[in-house]
């Protein structure tokens, strides 16, 4: 079974710094693109950072020289450093990725998604 476990997250005061980690596991043969999504109460849900599998990286305005995204592809892992916490930045963090699966001999790629982070920053 495929799938991306979240862990990190929970509750810091404004200025703080917390981590994020996603690990996908199953039968993978390659992963693409990896991002971080996140989704505040009565808003849409919006990027927060991607990364390519060659490393190249993409970060919301919002979060451009605080946030750090990260991959490990041995691990098949992607990471998210955020520093300087703001109250604003409390959301549901959800981590995506683009697995390539190879299934009787064929390859082919799709979007999952993980469970959801709660990430609460206090003022």
């Known amino acids: 079974q495929v799938q991306l476990v979240e862990s990190g997250g929970g509750l810091v005061q404004a200025g703080g710094s917390l981590g994020l980690s996603c690990a996908a596991s199953?039968?993978?043969?390659?992963?693409?693109?990896m991002g971080w999504y996140r989704q505040a109460p009565g808003k849409q849900r919006e990027l927060v950072a991607a990364?390519?599998?060659?490393?190249?990286?993409n970060y919301a305005d919002s979060v451009k020289g605080r946030f750090t995204i990260s991959r490990d592809n041995a691990k098949n892992t992607v990471y998210l450093q955020m520093n300087t916490l703001k109250p604003e930045d409390t959301a549901v963090y959800y981590c995506n990725a683009e697995l390539v699966l190879v299934v009787a001999g064929k390859s082919w790629s799709r979007a999952y998604w993980g469970q959801g982070t709660q990430v609460t920053v206090s003022s």
């Open positions: 990364i390519t599998s060659g490393g190249s990286t």
């Open positions: 199953g039968s993978i043969f390659s992963i693409n693109a």
